[in-house]
């Protein structure tokens, strides 16, 4: 799932950010999230969600021979995650599949992914399609959302950013974090809807509370600049780092700038170094912090590379 907008750009200067080129939203759709749980809940999803799968298990058996299709789909769920017993994909299918038929649009979204997965058969993305199709029209956000990825680009259906950005909407509204960014990045560049920066940087506060990291960055780089949002360099900085702490080369570049230039936090030289050598190994390297780095004593520089080298061991330990 590759991004084919967002590069990283060249360092700027701290008086004006500029914002990473825009990000194209995933080529293909991630793996299906938990089933969602009814407002209704039964004995089954609460059991489901407490993780005593076996006794969802159970109690979802129960309730699927009454033909009830959330329990369907919650016997595919476990199934497919191998939740308590083996993972099945062939049995997680088969569930879908009948809850599908009822009408479930979770089960019709967990089948799309299986599609596109090629889990229990071969791997048919013009099936996956439909299935987004039947699923975003029962409202299904994560649906929506991949739909419009597909019109965005143009292969299961002939390009049509209109109806990309109708779908990016639907899921927007609904909560959807990545269908809020890759709206805002439709508004910024004026495809599928007039061209907002306003509305742009709105969606991207949507999408960086809700913790979609490179709407982070640019909401973050907005707030610096205050384009389309008052000025507030305290706060950018404050979303800088969450961004930053979260693994974003951008934003833990930009952090270094701002721990450099004392702008929206206090000046701090080990910081600003540390989170610089952070960026390098992330692929984004700043030659003006390289020699700012170059001019600080040892005794900062040693600080800095072991608080780095400590940063970074840890992200890789936490990798799975």
């Known amino acids: 799932m590759n991004g084919v907008w967002r590069n990283l750009l060249a360092a700027c200067a701290i008086i004006a950010f500029t914002a990473p080129a825009l990000a194209q939203p995933k080529k293909q759709p991630p793996?299906?999230?938990?089933?969602?749980?009814p407002d209704n809940?039964?004995?089954?999803?609460?059991?489901?969600?407490r993780g005593m799968y076996l006794t969802a298990l159970a109690e979802a058996s129960k309730r699927a021979q009454q033909s009830d299709p959330r329990a369907m789909t919650l016997l595919g769920e476990i199934y497919a995650q191998g939740l308590g017993v083996g993972r099945d994909d062939g049995k997680a299918a088969q569930w879908y599949k009948q809850a599908a038929a009822a009408g479930d649009r979770d089960a019709m979204f967990a089948l799309a992914m299986?599609?596109?997965e090629g889990r229990a058969g071969?791997?048919?993305?013009?099936?996956?399609?439909r299935l987004l199709e039947s699923a975003a029209n029962l409202g299904h956000a994560a649906a929506s959302y991949d739909l419009g990825l597909l019109y965005l680009q143009g292969q299961q259906f002939p390009q049509n950013f209109n109806r990309a950005a109708e779908l990016f909407r639907n899921a927007a509204n609904a909560g959807n974090a990545e269908a809020?960014?890759?709206?805002a990045t439709m508004y910024k560049e004026g495809r599928g809807v007039p061209k907002d920066p306003r509305q742009a940087?709105?969606?991207m506060g949507k999408a960086s509370i809700a913790g979609n990291v490179d709407a982070m960055v640019e909401f973050a780089i907005a707030q610096f600049n205050g384009d389309g949002?008052?000025?507030?360099?305290?706060?950018?900085?404050g979303t800088f780092l969450i961004a930053a702490r979260r693994g974003s080369p951008i934003a833990q570049n930009r952090l270094a700038r701002i721990l450099m230039a004392g702008r929206?936090?206090?000046a701090n030289p080990t910081e600003a170094i540390k989170w610089h050598i952070v960026a390098k190994a992330g692929g984004a390297s700043d030659p003006e912090l390289d020699l700012y780095a170059s001019k600080q004593t040892a005794e900062i520089r040693d600080a800095a590379e072991k608080a780095a080298s400590k940063w970074l061991s840890t992200r890789a330990a936490l990798r799975p």
């Open 31 to 37: 793996a299906p999230p938990a089933v969602t749980v």
């Open 264 to 266: 929206g936090m206090p």
């Open 180 to 183: 809020q960014y890759a709206l």
């Open 114 to 116: 299986f599609a596109f």
């Open 201 to 203: 940087t709105l969606l």
């Open 41 to 49: 809940a039964d004995i089954a999803y609460g059991a489901f969600q």
């Open 122 to 129: 071969a791997r048919n993305v013009d099936e996956a399609a």
């Open 229 to 237: 949002v008052d000025k507030d360099e305290s706060a950018a900085a």
